[in-house]
């Protein structure tokens, strides 16, 4: 568990937080960092670091919290076209999750892909319900559709992780655009 906190030091630290998570998680499995190891690389003290987290995995955790409500925030001040919402979705998508290519490259080798997606999908089972593309949809073919549209959108991050990045935000766009053209 985390605990949230606004104050400026504190997000400093957190922050602080993170960025050594994802420095020690490019060369230890998860399960092998521990709390010393984590505040000596953020350079903060254990008692900074118990007054926000219970654990190393509640930094992970924290992390998926941040960049998802970012990424929430951008999907809610987008405007869709109604004809056109998959792939507009899927490409701002695809162009905000590459620039947060440390966090998917983290999560991939901690073996904890899974968290994103749980958040995701809770995302998509309450905030999306308003958008009117899902107006026309039975509740059960609302579901499967938005599980199916972020397990879309997390296989296309896990290949491109898998295959060293390679692939321009250009690149992955014209992929997905492609996949979805041949479904209709």
Same mark, same amino acid.
């Given at each position: 568990?985390?605990? @949230?906190?606004?104050?400026?030091?504190?997000?400093?630290?957190?922050?602080?937080?993170?960025?050594?998570?994802?420095?020690?998680? $490019?060369?230890? =499995?998860?399960?092998?960092?521990?709390?010393?190891?984590?505040?000596? =690389?953020?350079?903060?003290?254990? +008692?900074? !670091?118990?007054?926000? %987290?219970? +654990?190393?995995?509640?930094?992970?955790?924290? *992390?998926?919290?941040?960049?998802?409500?970012? !990424?929430?925030?951008?999907?809610?001040?987008?405007? %869709?076209?109604?004809?056109? !919402?998959?792939? +507009?979705?899927?490409?701002?998508?695809?162009?905000?999750?590459?620039?947060? %290519?440390?966090?998917?490259?983290?999560?991939?080798?901690?073996?904890?892909?899974?968290?994103?997606?749980? @958040?995701? %999908? #809770?995302?998509?089972?309450?905030?999306?319900?308003?958008?009117?593309?899902? $107006?026309?949809?039975? $509740?059960?073919?609302?579901?499967?559709?938005?599980? *199916?549209?972020?397990?879309?959108?997390?296989?296309?991050?896990?290949?491109?992780? @898998?295959?060293?990045?390679? $692939?321009?935000? #250009?690149?992955?766009?014209?992929?997905? @655009?492609? !996949?979805?053209?041949?479904?209709?």
């Amino acid at each position: 568990m985390y605990r @949230k906190n606004d104050d400026p030091r504190v997000v400093r630290s957190r922050e602080w937080i993170h960025e050594a998570l994802l420095q020690l998680i $490019e060369h230890t =499995k998860l399960e092998e960092i521990t709390i010393q190891s984590l505040v000596q =690389k953020a350079g903060v003290s254990r +008692s900074t !670091f118990y007054r926000n %987290y219970d +654990s190393v995995e509640a930094v992970l955790h924290d *992390m998926i919290d941040v960049k998802v409500n970012i !990424f929430i925030l951008q999907l809610d001040q987008a405007s %869709y076209d109604k004809d056109d !919402f998959p792939l +507009s979705l899927m490409s701002s998508a695809i162009a905000y999750w590459t620039k947060e %290519y440390r966090l998917i490259d983290a999560l991939t080798h901690s073996d904890k892909m899974h968290w994103l997606a749980d @958040k995701l %999908y #809770e995302y998509t089972k309450t905030e999306m319900t308003h958008q009117d593309i899902f $107006e026309d949809l039975e $509740e059960m073919e609302a579901h499967y559709i938005k599980r *199916m549209g972020h397990s879309m959108l997390l296989t296309l991050l896990l290949e491109w992780i @898998k295959h060293g990045r390679k $692939e321009s935000n #250009e690149q992955l766009i014209a992929v997905m @655009k492609r !996949f979805l053209y041949m479904l209709t």
